[in-house]
Nanobody, 126 residues
Framework: VQLVESGGGLVQPGSSLRLSCAAS????????IGWFRQAPGKEREGVAC????????YYSDSVKGRFTISRDNAKNTVYLQMHSLKPDDTAVYYC????????????????????WGQGTQVTVSS
């Protein structure tokens, strides 16, 4: 099982970025996928996740209305579209995958996930 994030970079406040998480080694559509981020000196937080099956989504309050998570099972890829980026969004962004999570309300907890990517840096600065 391998997850690879891409799409990070340095952008100005108010800009947009789209992160991608590409997977190999398992049946992608059967897995919950979560996006997490970790800023320097802070704990890792779950910002968005998408369920298997009906692709229900969850967003943290800090990104709701600005970020959109989506999945393309044919491409084994999950995206995190980020708009109106703020300096507080600066972090390393990770995607994670897990086959079974009992409910969507749990999908933003990192302990729910067994598989993780290596992360991609997003820096929002003027």
């Amino acid at each position: 099982v391998q997850l690879v994030e891409s799409g990070g970079g340095l952008v100005q406040p108010g800009s947009s970025l789209r992160l991608s998480c590409a997977a190999s080694g398992f049946t992608w559509g059967n897995y919950y996928i979560g996006w997490f981020r970790q800023a320097p000196g802070k704990e890792r937080e779950g910002v968005a996740c998408i369920s298997s099956g009906d692709s229900s989504t969850y967003y943290s309050d800090s990104v709701k209305g600005r970020f959109t998570i989506s999945r393309d099972n044919a491409k084994n890829t999950v995206y995190l579209q980020m708009h109106s980026l703020k300096p507080d969004d600066t972090a390393v962004y990770y995607c994670a995958a897990e086959h079974t999570i009992l409910s969507l309300t749990r999908c933003h907890f990192e302990y729910e996930y067994d598989y993780w990517g290596q992360g991609t840096q997003v820096t929002v600065s003027s």
